[in-house]
């Protein structure tokens, strides 16, 4: 993917940066108004994240000029403040998704990823890693080409982790992302526990390698590694 | 009672005192100057009598009434002098016509002519004291109902032109809101005090916009340069745990330095709610179907009602419908039942009633050594866990304090209960 990051804080963007990066991607990092409409002018970007304050103008301002270049770029808001109001006229302006100060760098990901299937739909409606295959149109999940039979977070869970492999994933941030708001509940993380528990073991029963481990009280990682 | 007609009661009963006082000013210079003018017409009669007795001393025996002339052998000594001469006093004398005795004033003099004494007695009718007094008690009187009603009633209409400027400015303060940050603009009267007042009045009112504007941009502010530091070391924390080969010492370490972040992250947020609901920054009001926003709002938790293992039990009346913002309510309810949720026992019971009048949410619990009311404040929570903010409860009294609910929050041994009644809305 190529990406473009809208960010005036230096170190927010560094950590961004650091964390898309190891995939393979290219991220590529404008710190103002004037540099990220520079950009936007030469380059095609698949996803572009926009931070909507920035020191020289609004990062809506950003998003009609690409909306005016009738650009297909897929665009996440990043803002600090956690209004209706500019969420709403953010996605008014053609923005895909909207993200709220702070965040997990797992779910930034995540989100960025499904910005860009959803932008690529018809070539790539399909997440596929080894022996596991995902229509994402259908929500439908094969193993071996067998269909497994996953709950609707099952299912979100384990999209979440094709998204982040090989990263440690907290457990504050999968109750994030499954429940969002109301993750604020968990006294303890044994929801989470549980979801993991159950979409494990059916993984394995249709004869997927186990690929999630555990970092002991932190949170779990899909290691893409094992073979 | 209105100023200027208490101003008037006043100032009648100050004129009260003078018309009073005037009145025994008025009586004395009547009895002064009537008694004045008989003792002049008696002493005309006595020179005139005089003239007579020189001439003739047969005079004496004038048949009058009015005047007496005794002769004497000699004047007493006493009333030689010029000073003496007429002595004044006053008598009572039969009056034939009104058949009763009347106040006369009398003159006592000598005379002496060359061939013998006399002493005159002169009589007249003199104004009654009484008279005097009544005359001057009914025109004070009558003066003082004439001013009496013409003071009240031109208080009334001068109140009304008078105070004319000043029921403006109360109007444009009664108007005055301070979410509009537009301070009030009062013009002049051309009278010193209101101008005065509403200098005053649009000062204040600038500076309270002003005040109200910084709170704002402060707390915006705030809720914005706070969350980037946390969201740069939460994202650093993230990355530290991708490295290699972490021990369990490190791990724990970030996990607990990432919990906290979290927790600082999230108690900025409901902070900033809190003070989002106090200054009134939603005030969208609409209709609200309170039922169907319950039953969203439950199916939204069911997943963690399932999990928890509770035993839902919902008594919904239908369409129960509330005027408020939309944002608010949506806040309330999730507060409620993630309270009710969070602090249920594994397997507990929660119900939920809602009727026209109230919304009751009741869930077991532990049992709780503070009182319910002091849930409300803000960081109060019954356990002291770390995971929660301790706000929650004090965004729904906030809540309800602004939309003039009432809100309760007992508990009964392992039974919580919170219930929120919404008056006549």
């Known amino acids: 993917m190529k990406l473009l990051l809208v960010e005036d804080h230096r170190e927010l963007a560094k950590n961004i940066i650091t964390y898309l990066k190891t995939e393979g991607n290219i991220c590529e990092h404008a710190s103002n108004f004037r540099e990220a409409i520079d950009k936007i002018l030469i380059y095609d970007y698949d996803v572009i994240m926009l931070d909507i304050m920035l020191p020289d103008g609004s990062g809506l301002d950003v998003l009609k000029e690409l909306r005016e270049q009738q650009s297909d770029s897929g665009v996440l808001i990043i803002s600090a403040k956690n209004s209706l109001e500019d969420k709403v006229k953010g996605l008014d302006l053609g923005a895909d998704d909207y993200i709220t100060k702070p965040f997990d760098l797992s779910e930034l990901n995540a989100r960025v990823k499904a910005i860009y299937r959803r932008k690529n739909f018809s070539s790539n409606k399909e997440i596929s890693f080894n022996e596991i295959k995902i229509n994402i149109d259908s929500t439908d999940v094969f193993i071996h080409d067998v269909p497994v039979n996953l709950t609707l977070k099952e299912y979100e869970l384990l999209i979440y982790f094709l998204s982040n492999k090989n990263r440690v994933i907290t457990k504050q941030s999968i109750a994030e992302h499954l429940w969002g708001d109301q993750a604020d509940l968990f006294d303890s993380f044994d929801f989470v526990y549980q979801h993991i528990k159950n979409l494990r073991k059916k993984m394995i029963q249709a004869g997927a390698v186990d690929y999630l481990d555990t970092v002991y009280g932190l949170g779990y990682k899909f290691n893409a590694n094992k073979v | ?425």
């Open chain 2, 1 to 425: 009672m209105k100023l200027l007609l208490r101003a008037t009661l006043f100032y009648l009963l100050i004129t009260l005192l003078v018309f009073g006082a005037g009145g025994i000013i008025t009586y004395n210079i009547f009895i002064d100057a009537i008694q004045l003018e008989t003792d002049r017409y008696l002493i005309e009669r006595f020179r005139d009598i005089s003239t007579y007795l020189e001439e003739d001393p047969g005079f004496s025996s004038i048949s009058d009434s009015k005047i007496q002339i005794i002769p004497v052998n000699n004047i007493p000594e006493s009333r030689r002098g010029r000073r003496n001469r007429f002595n004044f006093s006053d008598t009572l004398v039969w009056h034939q016509g009104l058949k009763r005795m009347e106040t006369n004033r009398k003159l006592t003099s000598y005379l002496k002519t060359e061939t013998a004494s006399f002493q005159i007695e002169i009589h007249d009718v003199i104004v009654e004291r009484d008279d005097i007094f009544e005359g001057v008690f009914k025109s004070q009187t009558r003066l003082f109902v004439i001013l009496g009603i013409v003071m009240v009633i031109s208080s009334f209409l001068i109140s009304r032109w008078l105070f004319k400027p000043f029921n403006q400015t109360l109007d444009k303060i009664k108007g005055f809101n301070i979410k509009s940050l537009q301070p009030t603009q009062l013009g002049k009267s051309g009278i010193r005090e209101f101008d005065i007042l509403n200098g005053f009045i649009n000062q204040m009112t600038e500076k309270v916009s002003s005040d109200y504007r910084n709170l704002k941009e402060f707390t915006e502010n705030a809720s914005h340069e706070l969350q980037t530091p946390i969201a740069i070391a939460k994202g650093k924390l993230e990355l530290l745990l991708q490295q290699e080969n972490l021990n369990q010492e490190q791990i724990d370490l970030i996990e607990s330095s990432y919990e906290s972040i979290t927790h600082m992250s999230k108690l900025n947020r409901s902070l900033t709610l809190l003070s989002k609901i106090e200054n009134e920054e939603f005030s969208n009001t609409e209709s609200i179907n309170l039922s169907e926003e319950i039953e969203k709002a439950l199916a939204d938790f069911n997943d963690l009602i399932e999990l928890k293992q509770l035993k839902l039990d919902t008594q919904i009346e239908k369409k129960v419908v509330i005027h408020n913002d939309r944002t608010l309510i949506k806040i309330l309810l999730n507060n409620l039942l993630q309270n009710a949720i969070r602090h249920n026992l594994e397997g507990g019971q929660l119900d939920i009633t809602l009727s026209k009048k109230a919304l009751i949410i009741k869930n077991t619990g532990h049992a709780l050594d503070i009182p319910g009311e002091k849930l409300f404040e803000r960081f109060k929570k019954g356990q002291q866990t770390e995971k929660n903010t301790g706000l929650g409860l004090s965004i729904v009294k906030k809540i309800c304090e602004l939309s003039q609910y009432q809100v309760t929050y007992e508990i009964h041994g392992e039974w919580h209960n919170v219930s929120i009644s919404f008056g006549n809305d």
